[in-house]
């Protein structure tokens, strides 16, 4: 008979308990790993395409820069001008991913120009989640 200690079952037990647990860690690292990697790709993809968008709307400064008339468009970008001769608003948005677009509007004036805007925003309407109901501050009776 043995009895210096633990014997056979208990030790089986410990044994599956510390497989459980490396288990159950490695899964939250493999799905932690599968988000972050979602995420990584989400974020290339928003960057990847504000950075077209910028380069797309740089290009069309440029040309504005070299034309002498303002043109209604240039590379496929439709071009809005306001202004009173002396000093032209020229505004364009160029598309981004995502639903975002890049709007830019520049003061171009007869020996200089400004940047007015250049800001990226989303050209989608927000719509919020309201599957989860949640409680409106109004006390009610259990009968209610």
Sequence with gaps: M???????????IILVFAVLCLTIFSLISLTTANANQALTERQVQTVTGYYQADTLAERVLSQLLALDEIPASILGVD??????GQTDYVAYTCPASDGKALFVQVALYQDRYDIVYWQLFDTEEWTPDESLKVWDGVVRNWED
Excluded: E, L
């Design 2 to 12: 043995n009895k210096s200690g633990m014997g056979t079952g208990s030790a089986s």
């Design 79 to 84: 071009i809005t001008v306001d202004g009173d």
